[in-house]
């Protein structure tokens, strides 16, 4: 397991939401061509370096409540250097 501060996260991105079911990634996918010489390039479930929640129920809700923890937690930042 492995944790990061939520306002550190480069990117969110939302991807095959159906039946509400979906996977959420918080930096860009490693490229097929990046992954080596493997049999992780075949392997859909790999998901590489890349902070990933796979299967997420309810994945809209779940990216509305990170997005707007992150913009809460940047707007602080913002303001506590004012």
Known sequence: ???AYIDT????????VSNGVGTLRFSQPDSVW??????GVWDTMSIGNT???VD???A??????ISDL?????SKA???LT
């Open 9 to 16: 996260l480069p990117l969110l991105i939302k991807e095959g």
């Open 51 to 53: 902070p990933t929640f």
């Open 1 to 3: 397991m492995a944790s």
């Open 78 to 80: 913002q303001a506590n």
């Open 70 to 74: 992150r913009e809460k937690t940047r």
């Open 56 to 58: 997420v129920e309810d």
């Open 34 to 39: 990046s992954r080596g010489r493997s049999w």
């Open 60 to 65: 809209d809700a779940v990216y509305r409540l």
